[in-house]
Nanobody
Framework: QVQLVESGGGLVQAGESLLLSCQISGPTYVRGVLGWFRQGPGKEREFVAVIRYRDGTTNYTDSVKGRFRISRDYSKKSVQLRMNSLTPEDTGVYYC?????????????????WGQGTQVTVAS
């Protein structure tokens, strides 16, 4: 059973940065892909970024390209999301999710395990 715990959320001003972390526990080896999703107030959960844990291949939603960077840390068995130049539109609860298949999927329904989420609020 995979367990995911997010951390690093908070309240920041527009233009500032945050680093989110997703700690992975349960399996000896991390398989498949890890994704970050977010859900803003009154909105559906949406894809933000994904990384294939084995080889580091990544993909991003268009609105965060050039501002956000997803990475993984083998030694800590974790995945990070560095978020720069934040805007109020980035506000929401950010979730880490894992899918054991190797395909870089964007739909939340394709993911098998989810964390509880961490709140990110960007003030204008």
């Amino acid at each position: 059973q995979v367990q995911l715990v997010e951390s690093g959320g908070g309240l920041v001003q527009a233009g500032e940065s945050l680093l989110l972390s997703c700690q992975i526990s349960g399996p000896t080896y991390v398989r498949g892909v890890l994704g970050w999703f977010r859900q803003g107030p009154g909105k559906e959960r949406e894809f933000v970024a994904v990384i294939r844990y084995r080889d580091g291949t990544t993909n991003y939603t268009d609105s965060v390209k050039g501002r956000f960077r997803i990475s993984r840390d083998y030694s800590k068995k974790s995945v990070q999301l560095r978020m720069n130049s934040l805007t109020p539109e980035d506000t929401g609860v950010y979730y880490c999710a894992q899918r054991e298949d190797l395909r870089l999927e964007f739909a939340p329904t394709k993911y098998d395990y989810w964390g509880q989420g961490t709140q990110v609020t960007v003030a204008s």
